[in-house]
């Protein structure tokens, strides 16, 4: 759909990319103009136009710039980060009719898994967020979550960094809870979370658990146990420090933050 087609009632980033385009139609800036003066593809310029791509506060700067403009395109902007990708808007429908989803997360607990107040030290670090909206934000991400009391749930597998158990977002009390919430889920018969380890070579993640007898793909750990034994041979932990097969996995990273 071209820009000059689109709706502008539909969302904001479809209200700014179809003003983008008349402002620059206005000037006889072409698009090819645009994305020279602001160092990005002339496809980003048209992507960002038809509503398919979000603009950053640095492009749309740069336009406003160029084409002599007062705040026209960013007072649009807060609007356009507030809605969100189109497809994300979508995104809980379809995870409640997944019957698998997959996800790897470097840097954070994957949201599926998160705990109200981890959700909440996360979202509050977007700039200029209200209190209120994040509050709402959070609760819409722990809705998510009822997919696991289906009565035939999506088999759910995350992969994250060991990194992510050792960032402190939201203070030590809020990660506690975290890793807490994490070692009740980990006895979901459709959840498994594995850990790609920190201070070494790892030709694949380790399981942290999975329910029953896991795969090769796991780890080749056949029973919860020789999961936990694993994890304490490949942890810099003494051996008389390492959790039992009762506490999982590498709980020792809870107790990290008492």
Known sequence: ???????????????????????????????????????VSKSLVSQIENAKRTPQRDFTEQVESLLGLKGDLLRLLPLVIKSGPTWFRQWPKIEADAHTLRTWQPLVVPGLLQTRNYARAILSGQPGISNERVDEEAEARLARQVVFDRPEPPMYAAVIDEGVLLRPIGGAEVM???????????????????????????????????????????????????????????????????????????????????
């Open 176 to 258: 506690r809870q975290q890793l807490d919430h994490l070692l009740k889920l980990l006895a979901h018969p459709c959840i498994t979370l594995q850990i790609v380890p920190m201070g070494g070579p790892s030709r694949r993640p380790r399981s942290l658990w999975r329910s029953g007898r896991s795969t090769e793909a796991s780890g080749r750990c056949r029973y919860r146990s020789e999961c936990v034994m694993n994890w304490a041979k490949s942890s810099p932990m003494r051996r008389s420090q390492a959790p039992s097969a009762r506490r999982a996995g590498r709980a020792g990273r809870r107790d990290a933050w008492r």
């Open 1 to 39: 759909m071209a820009a000059s087609e689109l709706d502008p009632g539909a969302s904001p980033l479809a209200l700014f990319g179809a003003e983008l385009r008349r402002l620059r139609d206005e000037r006889g800036v072409t698009q090819e103009e645009i994305a020279d003066y602001a160092h």
